[in-house]
């Protein structure tokens, strides 16, 4: 066990967990985002899908992914931290004259946007999982007896406070998701002249999706487009 400890806190190892973490988290956030989607469909849509997640905790399955999420969540922060200590103790005393070779803004910025997006998890999970933040509206119930997520997303996003919180992190997510994606192919050496174009092409591809994804739903109920139940 000792070779594999020695291993994730090298360079390359945190690299590695850097990589399959992200790439974890990524796929969450995409199926996060097609359920967010599900607004479209109304409020029996919505609440019926919120309803079947809930019913996971009935086997304990809810509650075994959200700790497997908050735990790839601390291990791709973990590595991270790693990473950026390997590398300022790899040198110490500052070049005289330093100049990047072809890194983009956004490359530079990866440890500010990825603590803004955790700050929005935190706050994310004590809206619309602890109940915390509008209590008022968390846990009531609709006409057939479930939780009323619908009601509970509709008038969390009227609140101009709370869309703005999630359209700043949404959009320090969109770099941090672009550049983490590209780089998690190189980390794991599975880059290639052939495949480069495509690979930075897609991760900034998906990047976009994501971000429309996640940001339609809530300006659509800033702008009137989804509404309260009878509204």
């Keep these: 066990m000792s070779w594999f400890v020695t291993y994730v806190r090298s360079s390359i190892g945190a690299k590695h967990v850097m990589a399959v973490t992200g790439l974890l988290l990524a796929l969450f956030a995409v199926a996060h985002m097609i359920g967010h989607l599900v607004m479209f469909g109304g409020r029996d849509a919505y609440n019926d899908y919120a309803h079947m997640l809930q019913n996971l905790g009935h086997g304990g399955v809810k ?38 070779v072809r890194t983009r803004p956004w490359a530079k910025t990866m440890v500010w ?63 941090h998701l672009s550049h983490g994606l590209k780089s998690l192919f190189q980390s794991l050496g599975l880059q290639h002249p052939k495949y480069d174009g495509l690979i930075n ?14 940001i339609t739903p809530p300006l659509c109920v800033a702008l009137g487009v989804i509404k309260l139940p009878g509204a």
């Design 63 to 100: 509650w075994i992914v959200r700790g497997g999420l908050l735990a790839l969540v601390a291990v791709h922060i973990g590595a991270g931290i790693r990473l950026t200590s390997l590398n300022k103790a790899a040198r110490p005393v500052p070049y005289a004259v330093f100049r990047t």
């Design 113 to 175: 946007t990825g603590l803004a997006v955790l700050a929005f998890i935190v706050y994310h999970l004590l809206h619309f999982t602890a109940g915390q933040i509008q209590p008022e509206y968390f846990h009531q119930l609709d006409p057939k007896g479930r939780y009323d997520a619908y009601v509970m997303f509709v008038r969390g996003f009227q609140n101009p406070a709370i869309l703005a919180s999630y359209l700043v992190a949404m959009v320090c997510l969109l770099p």
């Design 201 to 214: 092409k897609g991760g900034a591809g998906l990047a976009v999706i994501l971000f429309l994804g996640y």
